[in-house]
């Protein structure tokens, strides 16, 4: 029961979160400004001035990948094309990276290559939140596409590295806590009342989140392997359930152990 549980969240957590979170943004935006579009593909159409942009896919972080501008003249003609193969925010503008810049509207048409150019428009970080998604709501595969994208770019992937593991292990997260009921329903724990075994959930519950959250904190700042981080929690919960168990004079392990060890010391004797 425990293994489908787990299965079914990760599926939910990977699959149906982030196409859902990406669709309650999307309205959200197209309701609170309509000088943005969004396409099929979810790629961003943004009128920015006498420029048009084409964003094929937001990153956390205000980063993107393959952006278009489409510069008008007076006159509302085409009037250059530049694409970047990715954007980097700097404070209220973008630095675009890797740019082939096509004048159309002015006599010959010509191309021209730069390794970066600065685009100073009006689109500004807090213009593009409202549809970037955070590593914590995109699914695995995807947060793996933006980790070789920070990679690339020789940014921070501590923080989305970490949370990349996270999702990797959610599903074990839930079979620790699955096992770490076990003690509370077996031997003298079941004449408790229910009151008490909820409130004991209760506090287990918050302590594994404080200190998932502490652990997180100490990882980041100490720079620790995001594995044995996101797996820390699990490994600390799992040896309190085993310790639980063992220590229950009904469990049958106990027992066994309590008749077997004293018959081998006096053996040894």
Known sequence: AALVVALLGFLLADWVVPVSETGARNVK???????????????????DESRVLHIAALLPNGLARNIEIF????A???????????????????????VKQSI????????????????????????????I????????????????????????????????WQ??????????????ALPFVLGAQRQANNGQRMLLGILLGLSFVVIDKLLIQLGLQFELNPVLVALSPNLIFLALAGYLLVRKQSHPLRKHLSTVLPSAVKRHQ
Request: hydrophobic share 45%.
């Open 29 to 47: 935006t197209l309701m609170q400004d309509k000088a943005m579009r969004l396409g099929a593909n979810a790629s961003v159409w943004i009128k």
């Open 133 to 164: 998604i955070e590593p914590r709501q995109m699914s695995t595969g995807d947060l793996s596409t933006y980790l070789d994208f920070l990679a690339q770019n020789k940014l921070d992937t501590r923080v989305a590295r970490l949370v990349f």
């Open 104 to 131: 159309v509207g002015d006599g010959e048409p010509r191309s021209q290559l730069y390794e970066q150019l600065v685009y100073a428009g009006n689109l500004s970080y807090q213009l593009l939140s409202a549809l």
């Open 167 to 180: 999702k990797i292990f959610a599903p074990l997260t839930i079979i620790v806590m699955c096992f770490l």
């Open 76 to 98: 509302g003609k085409l009037y250059s094309i530049t694409h970047a193969a990715r954007a980097l925010p700097r404070g209220e503008e973008w630095l675009l990276l890797e």
């Open 71 to 74: 510069q008008l003249d007076d």
